[in-house]
């Protein structure tokens, strides 16, 4: 099982990117479904997170601008991200709570991240 992160790259200020994130394998269900975000020489914060039942939650940083959606048929997550600014800067991780084939509890599992850079 393994989640690919994508959709990052360079953006002006102002700009708009959305990241994708899926997982493949043998999953039974997934919980919540977030974006968290590591800006250069700072610890990994959390940016949105989703619910199974599609409740949302951002960080106050970023509320008004970003809007997370999933689409559980695919096992992935989007997180549309509008106005960025250069604090927007960071790499960008997803993480979900899922429970895979055989198992009995749920388990967390990290994407690889993608990097966003917000710059003129």
């Known amino acids: 099982v393994q989640l690919q992160a994508s959709g990052g790259g360079l953006v002006q200020p102002g700009g708009s990117l959305r990241l994708s994130c899926a997982a493949s394998?043998?999953?039974?269900?997934?919980?919540?479904m977030a974006w968290y975000r590591q800006p250069p020489g700072n610890e990994r914060e959390l940016v949105a997170v989703?619910?199974?039942?599609?409740?949302?939650n951002f960080a106050d940083s970023v509320k008004g601008r970003f809007t997370l959606s999933r689409d559980n048929a695919k096992n992935t997550v989007y997180l549309q991200m509008n106005s960025l600014k250069s604090e927007d800067t960071a790499v960008y991780y997803c993480?979900?709570?899922?429970?895979?084939?055989?198992?009995?509890?749920?388990?967390?599992?990290w994407g690889q991240g993608t990097l966003v850079t917000v710059s003129s």
């Open positions: 394998g043998s999953i039974i269900n997934i919980n919540s």
């Open positions: 989703i619910s199974s039942g599609g409740t949302t």
């Open positions: 993480n979900f709570k899922l429970l895979l084939r055989g198992s009995s509890s749920y388990s967390t599992l």
